[in-house]
Every structure is written in C-alpha cells, then in structure tokens.
C-alpha cells in the first residue's frame, strides 16, 4: 500500500532525477511493484481457470435480492396511486428491515413483497408486484451491457492483436 506514496514523495521532491534518496525506490519498491503485479495475475489466473458462468443461478441469486432493489420503483408506483411517498417509505422500511433480518440472520427467503402485499396500506397486490419486476434488466443497470461492450472493444481485440504469443502460464502460488 505504501509503494504509490514512496513514489509519490520522492519523486514530487526531485523530479525523477538519480539521486541518493531514491535509491532504495530503485533497489526495492520497483521490483515489488512488478512482484506484486506477477502475483496479483497468477491469483486472477487460478482463480479464474475453468471458470464456468452459470446464468440461471446470476437469475436465482438476483431474484432472490429482487424485492430489495425494486423498493424504489414501488415507492414510486405507490406515489403514481395517488400515495403519500412519506408515508410509503416508512411502510416499505418497515417490512424491509424484517425481511432483511429473516433473510440474513435466519437464512430464510425474501418474503418482502408478499409482506408489502399483506399490508392493507400498500396499494398492489402479489401479482401487481411481480409483475412490476418481472423484467430484471430495469433492476440491474447496463451491467450486462458495459461488460459485452468491455469484451468487445477491450479484451478481444487485445487478445486477437497478442494471438500466438501466450505461453502457457503455471498458475500455482507459493507463498
């Protein structure tokens, strides 16, 4: 953590010119800097060997945290009814942070919009609220996008430029 400051300070004083007080920037922290770099890929590279993308459990595990990220679209649905927004947060906060509570200390699944369903002062039923949130990419952003657009304009190119010159890399870390 320390290498960026030790550049920074001595090299703020001196303008990149040799001189004694950079010495040990040049006999220790550059070497660490390209060690800590060649280990920082052998872990991506182990960890990421053989890794495979399973697409239905991104969906069940986004599902599962669903009701949390839609609270603001029903807070604003619930306003579009006619609701007071006030009044709408402090009752999705409510069934919220049991919901939270039954998901992360007990382990169970998120009940949260069969609750906000239950409760006579929110205006949707069950079926109202799932199917204000059927459609998951309004709920996870231009995640998926920024990633095609990564590989595509990053990553393939680079790998089609540096084709042939890889060499197989042993990713075992031995500390």
């Known amino acids: 953590m320390g290498l960026v ?9 001196q303008w990149f010119e040799r001189t004694l007080d950079d010495s040990a920037i040049r006999r220790m922290d550059i070497p660490q800097a390209f060690l800590l770099s060649d280990a920082i890929l052998k872990l991506f590279v182990n960890i990421t060997s053989d890794m495979v993308v ?6 069940k595990h ?3 945290e669903l009701p949390f990220m839609a609270t603001e679209k029903i807070l604003m649905e619930a ?15 409510e069934h919220s942070v049991i919901s939270g ?18 409760d006579q002062r929110i205006p ?4 109202e609220l799932n199917l204000m949130t059927n459609d998951l990419s309004q709920f996870t952003g231009r995640a998926s996008q920024q990633t095609e657009d990564f590989l ?11 084709e042939g010159s890889f060499t197989s890399v042993d990713a075992s870390l031995n500390v």
Do not use: C
């Open 79 to 93: 306003v579009e009814k006619g609701e007071s927004r006030q009044e709408m947060h402090e009752v999705v906060k």
């Open 152 to 162: 595509n304009e990053i990553v393939w190119p680079l790998l089609k430029l540096h």
């Open 62 to 64: 986004i599902r599962s």
């Open 124 to 127: 949707f039923t069950l079926q």
């Open 5 to 13: 400051g030790n550049f920074s300070a001595t090299y703020s004083n």
């Open 54 to 59: 399973y697409p239905n459990q991104i969906e």
């Open 101 to 118: 509570k039954r998901v992360k200390d007990d382990g169970l699944e998120n009940d949260l919009f069969q609750r906000l369903a239950e």
